[in-house]
């Protein structure tokens, strides 16, 4: 068999897989998910030098325990560099997740989900790195990166170097399903936070003092709703979505509610619409807060804190990463689809750095589900068009 057409071990595929889903790792706590690469790598030949682990943890706080994982590959020839991708983190519905074969699928034995979000896209990988190493494939300088608390709002791949990476020309970032697509595009995120100021007074002696903020808040999320700024928004002016998804506040239920807490998020694929669309809803808690008043006319405020966590990417179809993918798939007999995601990826962060990135599948499904799974044959698809990319170099594509 030629060298350039060599395919990667499908026990070891597997075996990668297995111990990968079989190891904890929510967001932050990613340090043994990150030894088990490392180590896995270090036995299949990487040198010592090559593995650094970058100081995202310290950026992010939040108690993280490890940073980003770096493995660069010194380039067999002279060309530019490629960057591989995957997040080592997954959800909290994955917490205690046992992995099992089930016919041509890998699930979940219990109630959790699988946790294939993102430990398929980081198995691929590993495979491939280790099919490079271990037939001693030609290929360019490659740099592997394991992003820590993606999960959270990309926050591993927010804080990456675009030359602790080592400056790649492009990337490819493995974390989704159908092997054949091509994610081009992504959403861009806002989230917020609220803090809803009223005035507290007894409940039963004089409520008519009080400013409930559970109140301003009734009328904020209505004045969502009626200005069309809730869920799936459709205007004249672009596209998104909108949710608030954690309300906290309270203490008594004779007291009337002073402080409210609410933390929410609006997407957009348009940037200018996804700005229009936070302040529109800042708007209608300031509106609100005006509104409601106790029975001397004082009212209410609001603590608005807005955090961008991405910004929307479109990469142009005739970009050299989607042409050289789509190139690559063909030659292995898949049928590439350009599609966008509605979901924030880390290609977002990286190809905002100026390492244009693609997102492609590595055979999981139904992420963040209890029914998540990883369908076997799409997930050696993945492996094998990971070593495609990784030992063709990007030839013909990629100047030296
Ligand atoms: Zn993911």
Redesign the pocket.
């Known amino acids: 068999m030629n060298k350039r057409s060599s395919t990667i071990r499908k026990e070891l595929a597997l075996a990668n897989l297995m111990d990968l889903l079989k190891i904890g790792g929510l967001s932050g706590h990613e340090a043994a998910v990150a030894g088990y690469v490392a180590r896995s790598l270090r036995k299949a030949g990487a040198k010592k030098h090559w593995i650094t682990c970058d100081n995202a943890h310290k950026k992010i706080g939040c108690g993280f325990e490890a940073g980003n994982l770096i493995v660069k590959f010194p380039g067999t020839h002279r060309a530019a560099r490629l960057l591989f991708s995957a997040?080592l983190d997954t959800v909290p519905l994955c917490r205690g997740a046992v992995p099992i074969r089930r016919g041509h699928r890998i699930v979940a034995k219990g109630e959790t989900a699988l946790g294939g979000?993102?430990r398929a896209?980081v198995a691929c990988l590993l495979t491939a790195a280790q099919a490079l190493m271990q037939d001693d494939l030609p290929h360019p300088p490659l740099t592997f990166l394991f992003t820590v608390g993606?999960?959270l709002g990309l926050a591993g791949a927010r804080h990456v170097s675009a030359r602790a990476l080592g400056y790649p020309a492009m990337g490819f970032n493995f974390?989704?399903g159908n092997s054949g697509d091509i994610i081009v595009g992504a959403v861009g995120a806002d989230r917020w936070e609220i803090e809803v100021f009223g005035l507290s007074a007894h409940a039963g002696v004089c409520p008519e003092r009080g400013v409930s903020a559970a109140l301003i808040a009734g009328e904020a999320l209505s004045l969502m709703k009626k200005r069309s700024l809730w869920g799936k928004i459709k205007h004249q002016h672009g596209r998104g979505t909108s949710n608030i998804g954690i309300i906290r506040g309270g203490e008594a239920t004779n007291q009337v509610l002073d402080r409210l807490y609410l933390k929410g998020e609006s997407r957009s694929h348009d940037l200018k619409f996804l700005s229009t669309l936070t302040s529109r809803i800042e708007q209608c808690f300031v509106e609100a807060a005006h509104s409601v008043t106790n029975d001397q006319g004082k009212h209410g405020y609001i603590q608005f804190t807005l955090h961008r966590n991405y910004e929307p990417y479109r990469l142009d179809p005739t970009a050299p990463v989607v042409a050289y993918t789509a190139s690559v798939m063909r030659a292995l007999g898949f049928k590439p689809k350009m599609q966008i995601s509605d979901g924030g990826?880390d290609s977002s962060c990286l190809t905002a750095k100026g390492i244009p990135t693609v997102t492609l599948g590595s055979g999981n499904h139904m992420?963040h589900h209890p029914g998540e799974y990883i369908a076997v044959k799409e997930y050696l698809d993945a492996c094998n068009l990971a070593l495609a990319l990784a030992a063709s170099g990007g030839k013909g594509l990629c100047r030296a």
């Open positions: 997040h979000d993102n896209g993606e999960e974390d989704g990826l992420p």
